[in-house]
């Protein structure tokens, strides 16, 4: 019982979940509603001779982190719908590069300003499909400020095993709200460190894949020197255009995560086993849903819940499974239907689909998602 | 104890949001319940009418936001009317008699006395009418024990200001028992 | 005996994708040059550049080489020696890349004052897409974009630096190669954010287009424009007319970015 505890906002526990994972470096650039998460680094990262930096725009910031993670730091940036769209340029970099680092993205209305302060659950495709070109995503969607603080540390980790950004989106209720929270101690949650090259510098190539998918990355100034481009690239870092490396190169970098997809993909099944009806639903909006299920439960409906805690990759299969059990799916989202395209895409014809959307800045209360359940036929 | 939802409000700068937290702290930190709390936010928070949500539970809380207000605190006349519409059949609005004079129509407790002045002019400074409200709604709801609720108020404040914040909570507690009377 | 380029050069890397008659390569040879005298060590050297041609150069040498995306090679390169202080960081490129789309970040850089050394090889044009107008191509110019002749007042990079903070900026020309690598050594060895502006030509995309017969016509232009910034202290006004300056041009001491944020480390308690 002598684990510290404290009450505190998402993005404050996104902070502290950081520095846990071995974070030592953040550029970010002020936005609402996730600035907390700079005020609170910009105290904490000296206090271990970490680096913050506020940079001179959304761009720069997510420049200035792939910098620090390419010289070896552990990088987080912190931002919101419209510093999403600006970094999504050099998400892509990341991407192509292989760089690790995450990216904390809390969900405001929108699109462009919208409504600073106004939750919402419309950065979802945002953050799959922003930057242009193909590539993997991963996107973790925390549903608490405990789960913020956790998934902060498994976006880390996620992001040092598979050398590429990943996304955490929580929305604005999930970023503000405060919780308890109980610091995992040293030791207890997974923490996943880069893997350094096995071979000498004069070896060394960034992109070797014979050390598998997702070869081993140096940092500048580690005694290793090697070439970075965002140009498609051979496994020496070079740039090429070399039709069967591009391919072959391109492909690797998607089945980095297609691969690990079970590893990757996590969820919770709430009083699904005898459901007829399922809510799909993630963030705040599935404790709206829980309140629901656990109400019309109560007036004898049988249904569930299936929370989405990884949206990216898209839990396909699961939800492919449920299509051929349930009549109908509930999509409660703070959006005008991102999530039910994937839920119908997986359903393929097999449930009805009935989506509950909400972008005027209000939550989706439990009453609505009740109302919604009964309409399944 | 069933989920119950609190909502603290007034004008931005009276320190509603703090109130809400050390609430929220008192339930979740002391009293070893479950409790989230929220906030409006922007320029609403600014001045205008603002609100601050505790939701406590013996369980873990789902929807994090208010569904039907158990207990409202009101400190000006435009909060009141702004955020009393879903206040509960058989619930409380405790309210600042100076402040709000217009009561809504419903069938719950109101109960009022001079939250503001008693701070500014019986506790010594106007800074603290926050926390003579969160003695006041601790003592009309009974969501945390009176011990749980100072314990929080006083490790939120700095040491210069115990006796103040102390004398400050006391005040909205025996005043608000007075009150309901 | 030959200077030995080949100590930095990549093996396998070169021929380079400059055309005949461009300066980059001289400026790279500056640089080498430079770097040579200063006996950088090559694995704790980054060089970082954004797009563009002069930005290709980062993978002919044989360090830490960062080729970034469009315009962001200074937010980038400030991640880098944020993260590792004690490295070397170079970053180069062109007058569009740096002064245009990544001008935010130019302009931050200088006012954060960090150690690195910013080589901005200014040939008036965007060449790689072909040749259109940037924010250095002079007025009434012609690029494949001001058919009509360029509407856009141009920038004078060297006194953006100075008005945004840079405490070292310098300028040389390709034709006055020997000058290059001095100006260079001096900017990497001056603490604080240094720039170098380097007047270079583009024959293939800005020399055709603005009746320029030849690379030797370019390069006698840039011999006949530059004085030195101690001859021009001699000069009348008149003398100077249509004249750039070149040599050192400003070099103050200020704060660093790295040496501030070590105190910041120290204030929090986080000093080891």
């Known amino acids: ?72 730091k552990k990088a987080l940036t912190s931002t919101s719908g419209p510093g999403l769209s600006l970094k999504q340029e050099l998400i892509g ?8 680092c995450v990216v904390y993205n809390v969900m405001r209305g929108g699109p462009s300003t919208g409504m600073p302060t106004g939750p919402s659950q419309s950065d979802v495709m945002c953050a799959k499909w922003g930057t242009h ?7 973790l969607m925390p549903a608490s400020v405990q789960e913020t603080y956790e998934m902060i540390v498994r976006a880390f980790n996620l992001a040092e095993k598979y050398r590429m950004p990943v996304h955490v989106l929580p929305d604005e209720i999930v970023a503000h709200m405060r919780e308890r929270v109980v610091f995992p101690e040293p030791g207890e949650l997974e923490v996943i460190n880069r893997t350094a090259p096995s071979v000498p510098p004069a070896e060394y190539k960034p992109y070797d894949t014979k050390f598998g998918d997702v070869p081993p990355l ?83 409906i049988k249904v569930g819940m299936f929370r989405i805690k990884t949206f990216w990759p898209f839990p396909d299969k699961q939800i492919k499974a449920l299509a051929g059990k349930v009549k109908g799916f509930i999509v409660p989202e703070m959006n005008l239907g991102m999530c039910s395209l994937e839920v119908e895409r997986c359903a393929q014809g097999k449930a009805q689909i009935l989506g509950i959307n909400r972008v005027d800045g209000e939550p989706i209360n439990p009453e609505q998602i009740i109302e919604k359940i009964k309409e399944v036929k | ?32 319940k479950q409790a989230v709390q929220s906030q409006s936010y922007g320029p609403e928070a600014r001045g205008g009418a603002s ?55 419903g069938n719950f407790k109101k109960i009022g006395f001079n939250i503001i002045n008693t701070a500014k002019n019986e506790v010594g400074r106007e800074i603290v009418a926050n926390i003579v409200a969160l003695g006041a709604m601790i003592a009309l709801t009974g969501v945390v024990s009176r011990e749980n609720g100072e314990k929080a108020v006083l490790s939120r404040v700095p040491e210069a200001f115990l006796e103040l914040n102390k004398k400050a909570y006391a005040a909205g507690f025996e005043k608000a028992l007075a009150a309901s009377k | 005996m030959a200077f030995d380029y080949e100590k930095y050069i990549r093996p396998g890397k070169l021929p380079h994708i400059w055309c005949p008659g461009c300066g980059h390569g001289i400026v790279m040879k500056g640089l080498i040059r430079a770097m040579d005298s200063l006996n950088l060590v090559k694995e704790e050297t980054a060089i970082v550049s954004g797009i563009g041609c002069a930005s290709r150069l980062p993978g002919y040498i044989d360090c830490c080489t960062l080729h970034t995306a469009h315009g962001r090679a200074a937010a980038f390169a400030t991640g880098v020696k944020l993260a590792k202080p004690e490295m070397n960081v170079i970053l180069v490129g062109g007058d569009g890349d740096g002064t ?11 006012r954060r004052n960090i150690n690195m050394t910013y080589i901005i090889m200014n040939n ?44 070292f900026v310098a300028r040389g020309t390709a034709f006055h190669a020997n000058q290059i690598d001095k100006l260079i050594a001096e900017a990497i060895q001056h603490k604080g954010f240094s720039v170098v502006e380097i007047l270079d030509d583009c024959p293939t995309t800005y020399g055709r287009r603005n009746k320029y017969k030849s690379v030797i016509e370019m390069m006698n232009r840039l011999k006949e424009v530059a004085v030195p910034v101690k001859a021009a202290e001699k000069m009348t006004a008149e003398q100077l007319e249509g004249k750039i300056l070149t040599g050192v041009l400003h070099k103050v001491e200020r704060p660093e970015y790295c040496e501030e944020y070590a105190k910041v480390i120290e204030r929090a308690g986080g000093a080891k």
């Open chain 1, 93 to 100: 970099y990341g991407c192509i590069a292989e760089i690790p």
């Open chain 3, 100 to 110: 245009a789309i990544g001008g935010n970040h130019f302009i931050h850089a200088c």
């Open chain 2, 1 to 32: 104890m069933a989920r119950y939802e609190l909502r603290f409000s007034g004008a931005g700068g009276q320190g509603l949001i703090t109130a809400g937290i050390i609430l929220a702290e008192a339930a979740s930190i002391h009293e070893g």
């Open chain 3, 124 to 167: 008036y044009i965007y060449g790689m897409t072909g040749g259109q107008f940037s924010p250095a191509t002079p007025t009434g110019h012609k690029a494949s974009t001001t058919p009509y002749g360029n509407p856009d007042p141009n920038f004078d990079i060297a006194k953006l630096a100075i008005g945004a903070g840079a405490s």
């Open chain 1, 1 to 72: 019982m002598s684990k510290k505890v404290a009450f505190l906002q998402g993005n404050e526990a996104a902070a502290y979940g950081a520095l846990y994972a071995g974070c030592t470096f953040f550029a970010g650039y002020p936005i609402t509603p996730s600035t907390e998460v700079s005020e609170v680094l910009s105290a904490e990262l000296p206090k271990i001779g970490g680096k913050f930096i506020q940079m001179e725009d959304e761009i720069g910031a997510m420049a200035a982190l792939l910098g620090g993670a390419l010289a070896g």
């Open chain 2, 51 to 105: 609100k601050s949500e505790v939701i406590i539970d013996d369980v873990p809380v789902d929807y994090p936001k208010a569904t039907k207000v158990d207990a409202l605190l009101a400190l000006t006349q435009e909060a009141c009317d702004k955020y009393s519409a879903d206040l509960k059949d058989g619930g409380i609005l405790l309210y600042d008699t100076d402040l709000v004079t217009r009561l809504p129509e």
């Open chain 1, 133 to 139: 070109g193909d590539h993997a995503t991963i996107a």
């Open chain 1, 218 to 300: 140096a940092a500048f100034g580690s005694g290793y020197k090697f070439h970075v481009t965002g140009l498609n690239k051979l496994p020496d870092g070079f740039p090429t255009t070399k039709a069967e490396y591009v391919q072959a190169e391109e492909e690797r970098q998607i089945r980095k995560v297609t691969a690990n997809i079970d590893e990757i993909v996590e969820f919770e099944e709430f009083m699904l086993d005898d459901a007829e009806i399922c809510v799909v639903a993630y963030g705040s909006t599935s404790r709206s849903a829980r309140y629901a299920v656990n109400a019309a439960r109560e007036q004898g």
